[in-house]
């Protein structure tokens, strides 16, 4: 079992940054790519990002191309996302997942992927 807990969001201007964090706690999360899904209301769930369980290979999705980055420190059981340029489109309902990866060169922004989810954070950007 894996236990998500993001943290990190809240309430910023277009074009500010916020850091959005994911702390996993019950066995390591070395052997699980990570992603970084969201909801905004009314629509679906969509995958923003994820990382490789080696750190080595991310995705974005193309909206946020550029503008987020994603990483992970496996030692302090950690993913990161770096989100810079934010606009209102940003606004949504942050959540952090893990699904079993390793050995895999790639990850996918699929919620089917994953298999632990946190309860998420809000993000939200006013114009």
């Known amino acids: 079992q894996v236990q998500l807990v993001e943290s990190g969001g809240g309430l910023v201007q277009t074009g500010n940054s916020l850091t959005l964090s994911c702390s996993a706690s019950g066995r390591t999360i070395s052997g699980y790519a990570m992603g970084w899904f969201r909801q905004a209301p009314g629509k679906e769930r969509e995958g923003v990002s994820c990382?490789?369980?080696?750190?080595?290979?991310?995705n974005y999705a193309n909206d946020v191309k550029g503008r987020f980055t994603i990483s992970r420190d496996n030692v302090q059981k950690t993913v990161y996302l770096q989100m810079n340029s934010l606009e209102p489109e940003d606004t949504a309902v942050y959540y952090c997942a893990a699904g079993w990866g390793s050995g895999r060169t790639m990850c996918l922004l699929q919620t089917n992927e994953y298999d632990y989810w946190g309860q998420g954070t809000q993000v939200t950007v006013s114009s």
């Open positions: 990382i490789t369980s080696s750190g080595g290979t991310t």
